[in-house]
């Protein structure tokens, strides 16, 4: 028999494993392109500076965090009274599965003008092969 | 009759906030249709509008737009922004996937207030626009003391 671990709020006394608060994130959109060298992830990330970016692969996984410096505004604005919000002022956070042949130490990524651009070379194993065709 | 526009003004703000919300709507199908490239939106740029005291701000959302692309027209009662933002891919790249959206936009606003174009800003940083609208003077609260009546 299989124990099954019910998950009360509260009722663990542990706190390892309370789920730990975070700010809540918002997905941004990206484009994605590729070409024989190298893949290019370009996410739109309004608001967010380049102290705030974490770009890392892991296991197959590349994540993009961005924190957007305009939460902690410490102007006029942060003071306003919101008229109307469209769009909350969330930090911005991205998940992808990658191909494991991505060199994490050769990332790149640049910051200009709220759009984020990851340049992501492949390693020789990804790149294509020509395959010689050999007639008879 | 039609000289109080403050009478009609809350039941349009009603409808405006209906047809805003079904706009969000649209989105969520809009972005799942990859052959879609440029469409005439009125939902992007997001944006927010903030009182503060003083003055009106709007800060926009608009990554990848340059100070140049953006057109921003203020007449006594509406502030229209206008602009266009491209995403076009790198040479020499493929395609495997395009969210961004590129649009063409034109957003107006019909100002609550009066106010001073001369004292009025727009700035672009980290992909934000900020538009300050300052109030006219006369547009300022101001306190009304009460005397009492012997």
């Known amino acids: ?136 | 009759m039609f000289n109080r526009f403050s009478d009609f003004d809350p039941t349009f703000s009603v409808f405006d906030e209906l047809r805003r919300r079904m706009d969000r709507v649209w989105d969520d199908y809009e972005e799942a249709a990859p052959d879609v490239a440029v469409y005439a939106s009125t939902s992007w740029p997001k944006v927010n509008v903030l009182d503060a005291g003083q003055s009106l701000i709007l800060r926009a959302d608009v990554p990848g737009v340059a100070e140049k692309d953006f057109n921003i027209t203020l007449t006594p009662e509406t502030l229209t922004l206008s602009g266009e933002r491209k995403t076009t891919p790198p040479e020499g790249y493929s395609v495997q996937r395009q969210e961004r959206p590129a649009a063409r936009f034109t957003r107006s606003w019909t100002l609550p207030y009066k106010v001073d174009a001369e004292r009025t800003t727009a700035t672009l940083k980290d992909g934000v626009l900020t538009i300050s609208l300052a109030k006219a003077a006369d547009a300022q609260p101001r306190q009304i003391t009460v005397r009492a009546q012997a």
């Open chain 1, 1 to 136: 028999m299989s124990q099954i671990n019910v998950i009360r709020p509260g009722s663990n006394p542990n706190p390892v494993e309370r789920v730990q608060k975070r700010p809540p994130t918002v997905t941004p959109l990206v484009d994605v392109f590729e070409n024989a060298t190298e893949i290019l992830v370009w996410a739109d990330v309004p608001g967010a500076t380049l102290d705030g970016i974490d770009v890392h692969v892991d296991k197959g996984q590349l994540t993009l965090f961005a924190r957007r410096a305009d939460r902690a505004a410490g102007d006029a604005v942060a003071k306003a009274a919101p008229v109307e919000t469209e769009q909350r002022t969330y930090d911005y956070q991205r998940v992808f599965a990658v191909p494991a042949g991505i060199d994490a130490t050769k990332i790149e990524a640049e910051l200009s003008a709220g759009v984020l651009k990851v340049r992501l070379p492949k390693s020789e194993a990804l790149k294509p092969r020509r395959i010689e065709v050999k007639g008879s």
